[in-house]
């Protein structure tokens, strides 16, 4: 009859509307759990960054082809890196102000130098640029 029709359709319904909100769930677990790795693979970038500096010329080379490697996973994920460019202001979103410096012919709160570049992915910061800023 037609009540038991009525009442089949809004039991499809519901049950469409928590299989919506379950597949949105899990799709936002799925892009946090995404960019957590991501995050990790940078923090690795920056560590091969770091000693590659301190190497022989040998090692810095084949630490450099690693690091390339790296950056290519990270492109092929949708990933860039960024840099701030001095004189720009900081912007909380995206840079993290790791050092401060006074004078360097800037105002106050401008960025003189980038410690570590920043990662974002599409309009989301996968890690905010390090930066020294000018001191209030």
Same mark, same amino acid.
């Given at each position: 009859?037609?009540?038991?029709?009525?009442?089949?359709?809004?039991?499809?319904?519901? #049950?469409?509307?928590?299989? +919506?909100?379950?597949?949105?769930v899990?799709?936002? %677990?799925? !892009? !946090?759990?995404?960019?957590? *790795?991501?995050?990790? =693979?940078?923090?690795? +970038? %920056?560590?091969?960054?770091r000693?590659?500096?301190? +190497?022989?010329?040998?090692?810095?080379?084949? @630490?450099?082809?690693?690091?390339?490697?790296?950056?290519? *996973?990270l492109?092929?994920? #949708?990933?860039?890196? $960024?840099?701030?460019?001095?004189?720009?202001?900081?912007?909380?979103?995206?840079?993290?102000?790791?050092?401060?410096?006074?004078?360097?012919? @800037?105002?106050? #709160?401008?960025?003189?130098?980038?410690? !570590?570049? #920043? $990662?974002?992915?599409? %309009?989301? =910061?996968?890690?905010?640029?390090?930066?020294? *800023?000018?001191?209030?």
């Amino acid at each position: 009859t037609a009540e038991r029709v009525r009442l089949g359709l809004e039991d499809l319904m519901r #049950g469409r509307a928590a299989l +919506a909100e379950e597949l949105e769930v899990a799709t936002r %677990d799925r !892009r !946090r759990d995404h960019e957590r *790795v991501l995050r990790e =693979i940078v923090e690795v +970038a %920056d560590g091969i960054e770091r000693l590659r500096w301190s +190497a022989q010329p040998e090692t810095s080379e084949m @630490l450099g082809s690693i690091l390339q490697q790296i950056q290519e *996973v990270l492109a092929g994920q #949708g990933v860039s890196t $960024y840099r701030p460019g001095v004189g720009d202001v900081v912007d909380g979103r995206t840079c993290e102000v790791m050092a401060t410096t006074s004078g360097a012919g @800037l105002r106050a #709160g401008a960025v003189t130098r980038v410690l !570590r570049a #920043g $990662y974002e992915m599409g %309009d989301r =910061i996968i890690r905010r640029a390090g930066v020294e *800023v000018v001191k209030e």
